[in-house]
């Protein structure tokens, strides 16, 4: 799903509530207000989805795979998600899946 097919769904399952426009604006300022917080290193937790949080990766060698070379890869802060127990067991119980079978 893309951003602007998640805008079209939260306008038509909410049309009294929100336009399009509105949608849009709603779905821009969460991604914003997520992003904000991430860069300043809180957690965030939505119960029942899951919650996303910033984890530092140390710097290690690396290898180029093309020449072999080792290569320096230096130390960042990467998104970390973890999927909360109501969204694993929706995901898990999803028709068609391999467990259905």
Excluded: Y
Excluded at 12 to 28: C, D, F, I, N, T
Excluded at 47 to 52: E, I, K, L, V
């Amino acid at each position: 799903m893309t951003r602007s097919e998640l805008v079209e769904l939260l306008a038509k399952k909410l049309p009294s509530l929100l336009g399009q426009r509105e949608a849009e604006h709603a779905v821009k300022v969460l991604q914003e207000t997520i992003t904000h917080a991430l860069v300043r290193g809180q957690r965030i937790e939505i119960r029942g989805f899951g919650s996303f949080m910033v984890h530092q990766r140390a710097p290690r060698q690396g290898r180029n795979p093309r020449t072999g070379e080792q290569v320096a890869v230096p130390a960042k802060r990467v998104v970390h998600f973890k999927p909360g127990k109501a969204l694993r067991q929706a995901v898990d119980k999803q028709p068609g899946s391999a467990a259905d079978t």
